[in-house]
């Protein structure tokens, strides 16, 4: 059976009615599917099937309505699409309060199921559980009115960050040590000033590059204070929502309720990870701060200390003088219309799919969509939004447009990236191998029986592992040198690769120290609920990591992981322990065909249908181990 991917409409009255009637018309849906479960006498499997065709249904609304509202140029558009969001996910929880439906599955008799089929009976009836139906009706009515405000806070939250874009203006000088091609692209107005924005494109380049430390300092702290004043009180409200929520439902904070369905197992094992990764980053991260600190001092004498406007910057010369990698020269070798078709390649080869080309409507000009194909067979379709605009998600994320249901639905993923359309600094590269990652995994997992285990829906401390795995292909002479070359064609030299991968160990303890903060904001934030946020932030920072914070900002208030991770930004982490350790699994060659083969099958497309832990242990052989992710950190 050939499965037709989506059709998406040509003009704005196109897109206002497929915003607006779709996600009316599934909603239509679910609520004639959950009569019948109510109503009707029927067998376990064809209950778990009519909620399967709701679940699928419910996917779509909030899939599509998602990508627009974060993607789509026209704000009309954006906004009925994130009131679709809110509707959607707001039936979606109550329907996990619904009585009638949790009986429909409470005595359901799971003999005579297929292992998949009885696990999805036993995660619908902890669904149930953890959606509240157990409660009294004012309990439960507490939550249905909780739970849509954390979805309305949530994307308020999120909205303010995506249209908070700030500028500043700088004297002509002040771009001092970046890069030509960046000079011309902002040329002075008629006082001799350039304007400088928060896109990524514009603060990845300063922060590396730009010599002027006024420069930096300047733009930095526009770009930590992205949300700020708004998002303090959105903040605020959100973390209470959630924490009356978590005791509620019968949790001691919104980090055991989130745990309980993780790898992790419960939110106190939340700070005994951090803790070693603690002790297992502290002393390489001091030694490379004093380093930082000497170097900065070499041009600002009276320097007290390296302070987040410096860090990048100081990073990028000590690997021009002290390593011989210069990230201008390394640059030169990965334009974007060479960087782009090289990982499509690079994926296809590995994994054994082809990524053809297609002319098909989408939201903007600058999308690029492709069939994913294995012979005769496609397997699924993607879009490439790749570069910044006013009013689109100002990060890097991969989103699900269609989740695939094998016969039924061709599974459509989203790449929503902010990438520069000439040269990309190499960490862009690593970026975007990371997105293709999750991308590839949403498509290869995209053929299941049950929407619930379909594509990337693993435990979320897993879900980041396999494109972290996809950076080391980043990091690979052979594997750049088949796509990555300079303006003379002449492609990357594999002594540079070798020299990048030695310099790159630089730094890195540092790395996992600002991760190690993220994840103690994320967690204390959540389980402390501190009546300051800015005063508990600074702390934590300050904890975690050596490199100062400039006064007066307010991270928090532009950390957009904090509605969808929660209080879980440890998964960063936790994941990469077992993408290193998975990395193991494919030796010397990372083309190995046969490792690859065997990543794909016993990884990717299985989905959620089985634990994370049994996956990762089918391709090792054993349990996954910190061992890797230690030796990796300290540089071997």
Not at 147 to 174: C, H, K, M, W, Y
Not at 258 to 267: P, Q, S
Not at 405 to 427: A, K, M, Q, T, W
Request: hydrophobic share 45%; glycine share 6%.
């Amino acid at each position: 059976m050939t499965l037709e991917p989506l059709a998406l409409p040509t003009d704005l009255a196109g897109w206002t009615t497929f915003a607006t009637e779709r996600p009316a018309e599934r909603i239509a849906r679910v609520r004639d599917i959950d009569e019948r479960l109510r109503s009707e006498e029927l067998g376990t499997l064809e209950r778990l099937e009519l909620w399967n065709d709701a679940e699928v249904a419910l996917s779509e609304a909030v899939s599509e309505a998602y990508v627009l509202s974060e993607a789509h140029p026209e704000a009309s558009v954006r906004e009925i699409a994130e009131a679709q969001v809110q509707a959607v996910e707001s039936l979606a929880a109550s329907r996990l309060l619904d009585r009638e439906l949790w009986r429909a599955f409470a005595d359901a008799d799971a003999d005579g199921l297929d292992e998949r089929a009885a696990r999805l009976l036993s995660r619908l009836l902890r669904d149930f559980r953890r959606g509240g139906v157990e409660l009294d009706d004012a309990g439960r009515a507490r939550v249905a009115e909780l739970t849509d405000r954390d979805t309305e806070l949530s994307l308020t939250f999120s909205r303010n960050i995506r249209e908070g874009r700030q500028q500043i203006t700088v004297p002509a000088a002040g771009l001092a040590g970046l890069p030509q091609d960046f000079i011309d692209a902002h040329p002075a107005d008629a006082n001799g000033n350039v304007t400088l924005t928060t896109e990524y494109t514009d603060v990845g380049p300063v922060m590396e590059y730009a010599t002027d430390r006024d420069t930096r300092i300047a733009l930095t702290r526009v770009f930590r204070n992205l949300g700020w004043p708004v998002n303090d009180e959105v903040l605020a409200e959100l973390l209470a929502v959630r924490a009356e929520r978590a005791r509620l439902l019968g949790f001691s904070d919104w980090a055991d309720y989130e745990t309980e369905t993780r790898m992790i197992g419960t939110g106190a094992e939340i700070p005994t990870f951090l803790a070693k990764l603690d002790a297992a980053s502290l002393e390489a991260a001091t030694a490379e701060y004093d380093v930082l600190l000497d170097r900065l001092r070499q041009d600002v004498p009276a320097a007290e200390a390296v302070t987040n406007a410096d860090s990048l910057y100081l990073q990028s010369v000590i690997k021009r003088e002290q390593y011989d990698v210069d990230a201008q020269v390394v640059r030169s070798y990965f334009p974007f219309e060479r960087v782009l078709p090289g990982i499509l390649d690079v994926t296809g080869r590995l994994l054994d799919i082809e990524f053809v080309p297609l002319d098909v409507p989408t939201w903007h000009a600058d999308v690029r969509s492709y069939d994913v194909v294995r012979g005769d067979d496609r397997l699924g379709r993607i879009h490439l939004d790749l570069h910044p605009r006013d009013g689109k998600y100002n990060h890097a994320a991969c989103f699900e447009l269609a989740r695939g249901i094998d016969g039924r639905v061709l599974p459509e993923g989203v790449l929503l990236c902010n990438f520069s359309r000439g040269l990309l600094e190499h960490d862009e590269v690593v970026t975007f191998f990371h997105e293709f990652g999750h991308l590839v995994h949403f498509i290869l997992g995209g053929r299941q029986r049950w929407a619930r285990f379909s594509g990337f829906e693993t435990e979320w401390d897993f879900v980041e592992a396999p494109s972290q795995l996809l950076e080391e292909w980043a990091w690979d002479a052979g594997v750049l040198a088949s796509f990555a070359a300079n303006a003379d064609g002449e492609p990357i030299p594999a002594d540079l690769v070798a020299k990048m991968r030695t310099a790159d160990a630089f730094g890195r303890a540092i790395g996992v120290r600002q991760q190690l903060a993220y994840a103690r904001v994320s967690y204390h934030l959540h389980v402390d609920r501190p009546t300051d946020l800015h005063a508990a932030t600074v702390a934590l920072q300050e904890r975690s990591t050596p490199v100062r914070q400039l006064d007066d900002q307010h991270m928090y208030a532009g950390f957009g992981h904090l509605t969808g991770y929660g209080a879980c930004y440890y998964t960063y982490q936790w994941s990469l322990v077992i993408a290193r350790d998975m990395l193991t699994g494919f030796g010397d060659d990372l083309m190995d065909a046969a490792a690859a083969r065997r990543y794909r099958e016993l990884v990717l497309e299985p989905g959620g249908s089985k634990d994370a832990r049994d996956l990762v242990e089918s391709f090792l052989g054993r349990p996954f181990a910190f061992d890797a992710y230690a030796d990796w950190l300290a540089g071997r």
